[in-house]
């Protein structure tokens, strides 16, 4: 007898599993760290972009960096002192209160101590003025604070904030209004090198934005040092669109 070789009978009716496309960008990736482009001139960004993280520079109304869903204020030491002083950071501590996840960081402990720094440079402010107000911030308005040494710190605090699961925040919040001394203030603050009270001392000796811009580079440096040089190449730097 002959036999003869049975061909496997196809099943129609089973399963066939398809074989799972390998996607290697099918990781989570990390969102974009939103930032205030007022801090351009931060090295913060530079230290972010060297821990391969994707930054994007916005108009915040509120806080200077946006992880995830946490706002962050961030202040280096002579600016929390300044801004303490002029009670701009009073209004800025509840314009944060919109968010429900906020972040104050104090940047620079390791280049200039908190409490000598203010004695030193504001004269008279007792050093436990300022551990009151960090009280306050911490007790009254309920936003904790992160102690950083220098930009590299900072940035490796926000890089740690980045991996953690949570979820988006919302970009609508509202600026409060600034009053009429305060809006001055804030457009010089804008210029590199310039803090709350460098800003003070210029508008209180030039009397104006205008007069501050039309002011000789020999009388910008009596208050800004060689910072001066900067502002005015900034000042008269050529605007190309591209």
Known sequence: ??????KPVFDIFSKKEKPK???PENKN???KIIIDYRERNS????QLNKLGHETEFRELKVGDYIVKDVVIERKTVSDFIGSMINKRLLKQLEELQQYPNKLLIIEGISEAELYTDGVSENNS??????RGFILSIL???KIPIAYT???EDTAKYISVLSRKKSSGISLKAKKFSLGKNEQLEFIIEGFPGIGPKKAKRLLEKFGSIQNIILAPTEELQKILGKNALLIREIIERKYFPK
């Open 1 to 6: 007898m002959k036999i003869l070789n049975s």
């Open 43 to 46: 090295s913060v960004n530079i």
């Open 125 to 130: 402010i007792n050093p436990n003025a300022i």
């Open 139 to 141: 007790l009254r308005h």
């Open 21 to 23: 496309k390998q996607n």
């Open 29 to 31: 990736p990390e969102e």
């Open 149 to 151: 040494k220098n930009s």
